[in-house]
């Protein structure tokens, strides 16, 4: 079994690609389900969440983003989990951190 240290950091670098691949699929431009292009607040409201979780989002080295944001956000882009789960794993592999 490998150490904790080694899990953790490995679990870190998955949810870092997590955030950054939300960020360039969804959070470079806002936009309402009609496709306007809206403010940070507006989406955040819209998907409801918060605006400071869509800050920590679009951080390069990322957070350990909790699975009801996923959702969330996917909700109201209406995208399944299943295909953005698909598409994280074409764009990033199926094994990051190996």
Not at 9 to 15: H, I, P, S, T, Y
Not at 18 to 30: G, V
Not at 50 to 77: F, N, W
């Amino acid at each position: 079994m490998k150490n904790k240290d080694d899990l953790n950091k490995k679990n870190a670098l998955v949810n870092k690609h997590l955030c950054n691949f939300i960020e360039f699929k969804f959070l470079r431009e806002f936009h309402d389900q009609e496709g306007n292009v809206i403010s940070q607040n507006k989406y955040a409201k819209l998907c409801g969440i918060s605006a400071s979780t869509i800050t920590k989002l679009k951080e390069p080295q990322g957070y350990d983003v909790p699975m009801s944001i996923i959702y969330s956000i996917c909700r109201h882009e209406r995208y399944t989990l299943e295909g953005f789960f698909k598409k994280f794993e074409q764009a990033k592999g199926i094994n990051i951190p190996d």
